[in-house]
């Protein structure tokens, strides 16, 4: 963390919106990017991202600087998006038909075009359990240390290896044939 | 090397699949080692194709906006609960002090012998018993110690004083119009 961050925080803490503002613009694209990939909707995304920060404006007096302020906010952006996905399959459940999203619909920038090995990695990903899912989203893409994400998600670093370690093998079977 | 060890470690960097000279090493005598770290190397590669659509400056603009809107709603809620409290509050305090204690009759917070129940040694059962004055009759215990007295002289009401535990003493002279017997 560094003087800036340090400083926003405090200012932000002690009710400043424009500390607060500046902290949002700094960490938008990170949230962002880990609730698209665990949503895999956008606007679902979108409404988690703002989900996230207006959680993280009522607790950030209650914010220990014991953690990094980054592992802070992935923690609410990381229980948020679990919950859409809980959420998500309660409803697919439901008999009325009242299922918002049943399958997600990822646009992705994709370098090779959108190819079916894209679609294949995104289903693949998609498929994985939810909490292997944001092991996997948070050390493969976001490229956290085992340590930060076990601090994330308050699990101990070796469950949190296993988890990534499954997810891995998981893609890796159901991927064998596309490459 | 332990080939278990090391696939499990090259599995775990994934995102970032490096390997050492040591390792590189004893890649060029394992074939089954070798084809882990292919497999995981074409995997990476795979992963790494797709990336997600950058957030644009519209979409944030939305998120901002409604994250505004939802932040002013929920300060305005706080002051104005807050605002509510230092013009209402003494009032409202006021208040519930009055009814509690027309209902309870007492004040909160301040013990009231007179209306906890306590325990007491009896000499009769020779244990500890609550000690509960609603089964007392007034009217009968005055005209029982008045009985007693007027049977054995003045005087005799130490008699009954002896006889009686310190919270019935108390009640006694508390609650009954005795006059001078006790």
Same mark, same amino acid.
């Given at each position: ?6 400083? $926003? ?12 503002? /500046?902290?949002?613009?700094?960490y938008k694209d990170k949230m962002f990017a880990l609730t698209y ?8 995304a979108l409404?988690v991202l ?27 952006a990381?229980? /948020? ?13 439901? !008999?009325?038909?009242?299922? !918002?999203?049943?399958? !997600? ?11 079916? $090995? ?9 498929? $994985?359990? !939810? ?12 490229? $956290? ?35 | ?38 497999? @995981? ?11 997600p659509?950058p957030l644009?400056?519209?979409e944030f603009?939305?998120v901002? &906006? ?66 509960? &004055? ?12 008045? &009985? ?13 004083? &002896?006889? @009686? ?18």
């Amino acid at each position: 963390m560094d003087r800036e961050e340090q400083a $926003l925080i405090s200012l932000a803490k002690a009710g400043d919106r424009r500390a607060f503002d /500046k902290l949002v613009a700094r960490y938008k694209d990170k949230m962002f990017a880990l609730t698209y990939r665990m949503t895999g909707d956008r606007e679902e995304a979108l409404d988690v991202l703002q989900e996230t920060f207006f959680a993280a404006f009522r607790a950030i007096r209650g914010f220990r600087e014991e953690a990094s302020f980054s592992s802070w906010l992935y923690r609410i952006a990381a229980n /948020k998006s679990l919950n859409v996905i809980k959420r998500r399959k309660i409803l697919s459940f439901l !008999p009325f038909g009242t299922s !918002p999203k049943d399958e !997600p619909v990822y646009n992705m920038a994709d370098a090779v075009g959108q190819s079916e $090995l894209s679609d294949k990695i995104q289903e693949s990903i998609n498929e $994985l359990p !939810p909490k292997q899912k944001l092991v996997f989203n948070l050390r493969f893409y976001d490229q $956290l240390s085992f340590v930060e994400i076990a601090e994330i998600l308050d699990k101990g670093e070796s469950t949190v290896k296993t988890n990534y370690q499954k997810a891995v093998e998981k893609l890796q079977k159901k991927l064998e044939a596309y490459r | 090397m332990d080939c278990n060890f090391f696939k499990e470690s090259l599995t775990h960097r994934l995102g970032a699949l490096t390997v050492n000279a040591e390792e590189q090493a004893h890649l060029e005598k394992c074939a089954e080692c070798r084809r882990w770290y292919e497999s @995981l190397r074409s995997l990476e590669s795979s992963l790494n194709k797709v990336i997600p659509e950058p957030l644009t400056a519209s979409e944030f603009a939305v998120v901002q &906006d409604k994250l505004d809107t939802k932040i002013n709603r929920y300060l305005n809620r706080a002051t104005g609960f807050y605002q509510l409290m230092v013009r209402y509050g003494v009032a409202v305090s006021a208040v519930f002090m009055l009814v509690f204690i027309s209902i309870f009759s007492r004040i909160p917070g301040v013990e009231n012998n007179a209306m906890t129940p306590e325990f007491y040694y009896s000499s009769y059962t020779g244990e500890i018993e609550l000690f509960d &004055d609603s089964w007392i009759d007034d009217q009968y215990v005055t005209e029982a110690v008045g &009985d007693f007295v007027h049977s054995n002289g003045i005087g005799s009401s130490d008699l009954v004083i &002896d006889e @009686l535990s310190p919270e019935e003493l108390r009640y006694l002279e508390n609650n009954i119009e005795l006059g001078g017997l006790l």
